[in-house]
């Protein structure tokens, strides 16, 4: 026995207040188009809740699609049984039949949403809990902990039955909390920090700083499937590539001290608020954690932060190397980040580089910089930008080749 349907189940958070519908409309949305290519699977809005009708497919092809779509918090495959009750019960014994392994404790749970069937949810828990323990006689009842809880609905046209309940990725559907730049690099922590940003409901838009002719094509197109493996969760992704060779070179030849990091990552967010003017964006994400390198001190990002002054979003701020790299596994980026490819944060280094740069001292060298300003909207004005989808990456070569 197969099942015929899925339940998808929105979060909580998607449900409060009065942006519920746009919230539901929203995963509703990227639903359909993460399964676009499942095309016999129908669907259907409740409240709360999705119903894909699946019409032949197979629910496990579809698990690792679902797992996608930032907003659902689970989802089950589900057994549907007209509402007579000798289906309803040999419905669940199918469902119960389907477990492998079997399970050594169940209990039933009934939710009677159709008040006008003749048997209420206590009474349902009886006769269909009992059915099953007289078909397997081995399997007994636990109330508190059970290794399986087979659940039973009765809705208007149908009663829905299920036991598995598969976790999804949970958090805000993507975009219903505004728009943001990710600051991408070819390394690992900056597309986790897109990643989670993307989970909190952020729509983003990326940033990449090249330093071309001294980083070469492969390490943009490094961050071209960067880009890609985002936009499996948030759809088309928009990736900026910024020509940062000119002011990189520049601040180099006029400051080459150990402070020096400290004035290119300044300048890299300040190209990077400009464009979020532009794009209409409300703040800037970023890969930092706290404390792993010479410009993530505290006291570096603070120096670094204050060139800016839309908010700045630090989702791994606070997170081990090992956990990062475990969500990196997860979303399918972390081989691609450790591919051998520079970018330009690489280049140009001090041989110290101070971990407690002082901002007076770093505004003072700038201001020494009378061309910076005119370097930065250069910058602004030379960026190329593509739109990046999970599958596309047809012609890639032709696309990055205008970049240069």
Known sequence: M???QAILRLGELTLKGRNRHRFENTIFEQVKRTLRSFEAVSYRKEFGRIILQLNGTDYEELMPYLR?????TSFSPVYSSPLELERIQETALGVIQSLKPLPRTYKVSVRRVNKSFPHDSQEMNRLVGGCVLRAFPDLKVDVHRPEAELRVEIREREALLYCRVDEG???FPVGSNGKAMLMLSGGIDSPVAGYLALRQGLQVEAVHFHSYPYTNEKSQQKVIELARKLAAFAGPVKLHMVSFTSVQTKIHAAYNQNLLIALLRRAMLRITEKLAEERGAGAIVTGESLGQV???TLSSMNTIGRAVSLPLIR???CMEKREIIRV???IGTFPISILPHEDCCTLFLPPSPSTNPNLRVVESIESKMT?????LEEAVRNTRSLLVDEEDVVNQRDKFASFF
């Open 2 to 4: 197969k099942p015929q």
């Open 68 to 72: 996608k779509v930032l907003g659902l």
């Open 169 to 171: 990725a949970g958090g």
């Open 294 to 296: 010479a410009s993530q």
């Open 315 to 317: 989702p791994l701020v």
């Open 328 to 330: 990196a596994e997860g």
């Open 371 to 375: 061309w910076l300003e005119d370097e």
